[in-house]
Every structure is written in structure tokens, then in C-alpha cells.
């Protein structure tokens, strides 16, 4: 893919897909004391209990922070090592900023209310995003990688 915005969209949405399949599988409890799937609460940001929503919802924020990602590095990574460390870090800057702040903000919880109220689920979370960062790292590498043989080809 020539466009880093675009191999980022593209690295994004499968790095979300991997992601979004452990939030459905990953049961939480809720600080009322409710049992639900992440991809359950995830809808609830949007104010839907429709799960589909809650994945449509979180494909689009993968979707949008792989732009981002693309935008930020660009060519700046030659090296799926480069990839895998800045991908990771890349994901914890979005486990706090996503899982920590703006969406307990946005389920009305205080910013920061998984660390104090909900540990595992702030774990399961930081493992998520961790992941997402690493495979949007690797992908974005090998996608620019690819793009980079294809133009080189005589026509």
C-alpha cells in the first residue's frame, strides 16, 4: 500500500479485528456488579447494548488510530523491530488515553476508574491495546515494505 495513511487504515482494521475478538470472548464485571462481554461495553460508550454497534464503533476507533499511526511514522520505519517497539508503545499510549480515560469519561466513571474499580478488566485492557499496537506496528512495516517492491518494479 503506497499511502502510509492508508496502510495504517488498513494495519488498524486487522490489528482491531484480533483485538475486538478478545473483547467478545473477554467477560468484565461491571461496578455495578453486571457480567458483560468488553465488545458489550464498548456499545455502551455509544449508548447501545447492540453488540454490532459496539463493533462497528471500535473498528472505526481502530480504523482512525491506524490513520494516526500512519500519519506519525510514515517512512520512519524501516524495520519490523521498529515496528513491534513503536506499536507497542503506540498501544499504551492508547490503553491509557482509550481504555483509561475517555472511556470510563464516557461511561460516566471518573477518568482512570478501571485502575481503582475494575483491575482485571484494566489488565485485560492493557493486554488488548498492547497487542493492537504490535500488530499495527508489524503490519504497517510489511505493507509499507510491499508498496515499496511494487513501485520499484519496472512496469
Known amino acids: 500500500m503506497s499511502s502510509k495513511v492508508g496502510a495504517g487504515i488498513v494495519a488498524g482494521l ?13 467477560t468484565v464485571t461491571t461496578p455495578e456488579g453486571m457480567r ?12 447501545s447494548d447492540n453488540i ?16 494516526i499511526f ?7 520505519l524501516a524495520g519490523y523491530g521498529a515496528g513491534f517497539g513503536w506499536g507497542a508503545v503506540y498501544g499504551l499510549v492508547w490503553w491509557v488515553l482509550g481504555g483509561l480515560i475517555l472511556m470510563p469519561v464516557f461511561l460516566s ?12 478488566t484494566a489488565m485485560g485492557s492493557m493486554v488488548g491495546h498492547l497487542m493492537y499496537g504490535v500488530i499495527l506496528g508489524l503490519l504497517f512495516v510489511g505493507l509499507r515494505r510491499k508498496a515499496a517492491v511494487t513501485a520499484a518494479r519496472p512496469a
Open 36 to 47: 458483560m462481554s468488553m465488545m458489550a461495553m464498548v456499545a455502551k460508550v455509544v449508548r
Open 70 to 76: 500512519g500519519w506519525l511514522f510514515g517512512n520512519r
Open 109 to 120: 466513571m471518573p477518568p482512570f476508574a478501571p485502575l481503582k474499580m475494575m483491575l482485571p
Open 52 to 67: 454490532a454497534i459496539g463493533w462497528v464503533y471500535h473498528l472505526f476507533n481502530s480504523a482512525v488510530i491506524g490513520a
Open 14 to 26: 486487522i490489528a482491531g479485528v484480533v483485538m475486538g475478538m478478545m473483547m467478545q470472548m473477554m
